[in-house]
């Protein structure tokens, strides 16, 4: 099955500073990659997601970036603020085919903006 | 509000009696997932219907889970003879015909004493 790796688990910045989480996924069959964003005791909650057909994607200051070929995608957040803090999750699944209901989550990084 | 949503949202139970907990999905997603999250970990993939029929089940879901979706819209999960290992959030979550986002409840936090 897909194996997901999520770096780094700790991030802390300063505020205004920009933070960037890396995932690497197993399975080249992925085509689908969310990212989610949980505070503490509450859902996680899509925040952008990437499909395999594009290579970049992005909303105001969060944009996810996609590597095919090293099967690696990145979230970036820039001018980051105190309410960016949260632990993110990045996910791969199969989208569309028969085996695409499972989404296999990485282990979440933990990230600190310093006001 | 049309999010998923899940009951109870806090359980504590002792040690070997049987819990169940409750999820309705967004009206017009026909599927629905169960996850379960420990602390410091990504959700980790449960089960997972289409409509009302039980399509994957995860190794980790052992004898003593069972899942339901008999209507295809609501979903119970019951975990019989907990033990302290059961204890974490389950998370519910549902996506639509296109097996798009999926999109997570509250989560139902258990703790087995």
């Known amino acids: 099955g897909e194996n997901v790796e999520q770096h780094p688990s700790t991030l802390s910045v300063q505020e205004g500073d920009s933070a960037v989480i890396k995932c690497t996924y197993s399975?080249?069959?992925?085509?689908?990659f969310p990212w989610y964003k949980q505070e503490l005791g509450k859902r996680p909650q899509l925040i952008i997601d990437?499909?395999?057909?594009?290579g970049e994607k992005k909303d105001q200051r969060i944009a996810v970036t996609l590597n095919k070929t090293a099967k690696h995608f990145s979230l970036h957040i820039t001018e980051t603020q105190p309410e960016d803090s949260a632990v993110y999750f990045c996910?791969?699944?199969?989208?569309?085919?028969?085996?695409?209901?499972?989404?296999?989550f990485g282990t979440g990084t933990s990230l600190t903006v310093i006001p | 509000d049309t999010g998923v949503s899940q009951d109870p949202r806090h359980k504590i139970t002792k040690r070997g009696q049987n819990v169940t907990f409750r999820c309705d999905p967004i009206s017009e997603h026909n599927r629905l997932y169960w996850y379960r999250q420990t602390l410091g970990q990504g959700p980790e993939f449960l089960t997972y219907?289409?409509?009302?029929?039980?399509?994957?089940k995860s190794r980790l879901l052992s004898d003593r889970f069972s899942a339901e979706r008999p209507k295809g819209s609501f979903s119970t999960l019951e975990i019989q003879r907990t033990e302290q290992g059961d204890s974490a959030m389950y998370l519910c979550?549902?996506?639509?015909?296109?097996?798009?986002?999926?999109?997570f409840g509250e989560g139902s936090w258990l703790t087995v004493v």
């Open positions: 990437i499909r395999s057909n594009v």
């Open positions: 219907f289409q409509n009302e029929a039980q399509l994957e």
């Open positions: 979550a549902s996506s639509g015909r296109d097996q798009g986002t999926i999109y």
């Open positions: 996910a791969a699944s199969k989208k569309g085919t028969n085996t695409g209901n499972q989404f296999y």
């Open positions: 399975d080249s069959a992925s085509n689908y």
